[in-house]
């Protein structure tokens, strides 16, 4: 319990530190802030449009007020308004979260799906056709970058072939079956990568655990081998992968972001992308910190997992 | 190496167009010429032209110098300013320097795309940007690697004799710390180019990156997708040579840093040489022995060739006998054991004798067959006890899958019943709190009196100890060999106990296998054999014995390896008796009395 707890305290403070890392960028940063979001291709900005801009974002005041009353606005789950269109920050990270939130579960799911089952044959068949073949293709996977995927799965699958949708979205109360249809190919663009990192991981896992004593044990005692595999070997290779998991969520996340552009799903790609274009600090500011918390909850999710599957992190 | 020699040249080649560039003759990578636009490969534009006129070719060789230029720039700066960080955070310690490379990891809370994004809103877009954050990104991982490293490489004794010899800190740091620090840093090096020219086309990609026209590849791939359906191959153009670099320098990396970690692969399993087709032409020599050993020979596939750790090895066991096998590290004595119960390790095969056990051989036994004896008829005890019991899972759970795998027909309360008298029967003292205790709650001799216990779960009629006491304390020791002697004096089982030292074969055994290098060199009554060694190296054994009243003596010399044993006998070169005749002839196990066999030539004149 008191690991629990400590474990969520190191969230919440780091959730904190990276609140007002966001915070505090826009100051850290030469100049004028107000002057710095405005100024585009080299000419200077209008001064009376800075004035406007600085009062707005509260600049003029000092800096602990505006710490404070920072602060202030997440506790009330107030991260703003945009600078283009005076739309509440909030509202629209609330509107679009889910759908992205969506992406990611189908992306993780796919993933483990396909790297477990695949990792743990590899490994239990080390050196054989199945086991070259995969590491081979893991090794190029991990070498595609997200987007190239994505791009090469429209050009592929919808442009030529013409057996998938280029992209888009249709809610799911609209037409479930056109909505998974759409989910399709973002999942598996982004699942991609993350299958290679999770298939070696398992597979090294795996490989490790064969190797324990505990296993020549259990072999000693004539235990049968699927059972073998179930109790013994995966209990305890999945835990690093869970581990790797977690780690690997922040490209999994970054990914997202890529591959919503790509297929035009109506995450929170899209009003991230057009805010670091239009220099909307507020948008921008809002969006990362969700992604970031969301990032850093999924690592908490993990370790208390963790714990579950390992009883000697709970005492440790 | 070999692994690295193609990755290392697609890499070479790559870099090398990158430099030269300029120097190539390529039409002008941002020159436009509309009235061309999209048009096919033609001479002097080898892969065509792209939506504007510009020549492709020379846009993805320009591009890779945009993205190579920018991937280089941020890890050097970032392994420079990194490394720098870690040395002096490592070398110093104390509170503040360990923040101060920990503050760094803060850039991990982060997913790098978005504070990548971050980073772009405040400074607008462009390749210095570009550089700035990646530097940023990469930062942290190269301060952890060297401070883990200066943390690891202060405690070697080198580094403190220099320091006892009054050279300056940064002197150390330079000439001795850093050079330790060298190849995991390159390792990171070369994952941090790999990981910036995705992160940078990613970036392009967006149009947040490089800025157009600069020939990149991610702007390549951005422009394409609007012309996909009429030029599908300027995608693919950009797309390849993205791929090709980023898998090339992963394998590269990959190769080096299993260059620099040697473990080797073992070989595949080969199939038996015994023919398996003519089962029981050799039946047990002798009915009273439980089990009967028949010039075993075991082969281990190493990638140095294959190497014989068990030669013609012949033992046996009665019922209410102990057979201590005794022999230094790498006599054998172990794969003996393993090989008994089947579970050699996939590389060593059985390739001559035969392992009678229940009138069956043991060698040829199919595997399901072998499986219900294992932890049945015969059950094996482990040297370290820690490590051979799972971590995972409750006591309880452990010793019931082994009744659960010979009687599954008991029921999950029965079953619970009986382990509680098991962990009774093994002297632990409260029986239903240990039930549902995990390995790590509990000490090294409750540990092993757990796995006595599960040994005894099916009343073997023949248990194997391995070294069963050698991880243990002196006192917990003298206990677990009391338990073992009791043991088989109540049920009348047949042990074969394996260990390296004398003084604690001579509480338990009574009878005695001597091995080394591979060979069976002394057998006999325990009582016998340790009152009038035979072997020279029985008799150094015992005189290195700690126990005796005299000086204990070493043997000189180590184990002969067994890629290189001896022509003659393979204690010759360690022998103190050893005369000319003993390097030429392997001598052979013979009768010295009745129930005493050795293999030297001089016994007889001991």
Known sequence: ?316 | MKRAILPGGVVVVILLLAVLAPWLGLPDPVRQDVAHRLTGPITGHLLGRDEFGRDVLSRLIWGARTSLVVAFASAAIAGVLGTILGLIGGWFRGIGAMLAVRSMDVVLCFPPILLALLIVTLLGPGAGTLIMMLSLLFLPGFARVTYAEVLSARRHEYVEAVRALGATSPRILARTILPNVAGPVLVQLSLAVAAAVALESGLSFLGLGVVPPAPSWGLMIRGARATMEQAPLLLLWPCAALTVTILAMNLLCDAVRDAADPRGHPAAARPRVIDRLLPGLAPPANPDLVLEMQGLTVEIATPRGPIRPVRDVSLGVRAGETLAIVGESGSGKSITATAIMGLLPAAAQPVAGHIWFAERDLLILPEPALRKLRGGAMAMVFQDPMSSLNPVLRIGEQIGEAIRAHTPALGAAARRTRARSLLQRVGIADPDQRLTAYPHEMSGGMRQRVMIAMALANSPRLIIADEPTTALDVTVQAQILDLLADLKRDTGTAMIFISHSLGVVGEIADRVAVMYAGHIVEQGPAAAVFAKPLHPYTKALLDAAPDSDAMPTGIPGIVPSPHHLPAGCSFAPRCARAIDACAATAPPLEPATPDRLVRCLRWASA
């Open chain 1, 1 to 316: 319990m008191i690991w629990i707890a400590r474990r969520v305290g190191v969230s919440l403070a780091l959730i904190w530190v990276v609140a007002s890392i966001v915070f505090l960028a826009l100051h850290v940063v030469p100049g004028d802030p107000a002057e710095l979001l405005l100024s585009a291709g080299g000419s200077a900005p209008d001064p009376a449009t800075v004035a406007d801009l600085r009062e707005k974002l509260g600049l003029d005041r000092p800096l602990l007020t505006q710490y404070a009353s920072f602060f202030q606005g997440l506790a009330h789950a107030d991260l703003g308004t945009s600078l283009v269109d005076d739309y509440p920050v909030t509202d629209e990270i609330a509107r679009r979260l889910p759908r992205t939130l969506e992406l990611i579960a189908a992306a993780t799911l796919l993933s483990l799906l396909m790297a477990i089952p695949t990792g743990t044959y590899a490994a239990l068949h080390r050196g054989g056709l199945f086991d070259r073949l995969m590491s081979g293709s893991a090794a190029l996977l991990l070498a595609v970058p997200v987007f190239v995927v994505g791009t090469l799965l429209v050009l592929v699958l919808a442009q030529t072939l013409h057996i998938m949708p280029a992209g888009g979205y249709v809610p799911w109360a609209q037409s479930p079956a056109q909505h998974l249809v759409l989910l399709v190919m973002p999942a598996l663009a982004i699942a991609q990568g993350l299958t290679a990192v999770l298939f070696r991981m398992t597979r090294a896992s795996v490989l490790d655990v064969l190797s324990k004593d505990f296993v020549r044990t259990a072999r000693a005692k004539g235990i049968a081998p699927a059972r073998i595999l179930a109790r013994h070997v995966l209990r305890n290779a999945l835990t690093p992968v869970l581990t790797v998991l977690g780690l690997h969520m922040g490209a999994l996340l970054g990914g997202t972001v890529l591959v919503e552009y790509v297929f035009n799903w109506p995450g929170l790609s899209t009003p991230l992308l057009n805010a670091v274009d239009a220099r909307d600090y507020p948008m921008v500011m809002g969006i990362v910190l969700t992604i970031s918390t969301l990032f850093l909850l999924i690592n908490l999710a993990m370790d208390l997992l963790y714990a579950v599957l390992d009883p000697r992190i709970r005492t440790g």
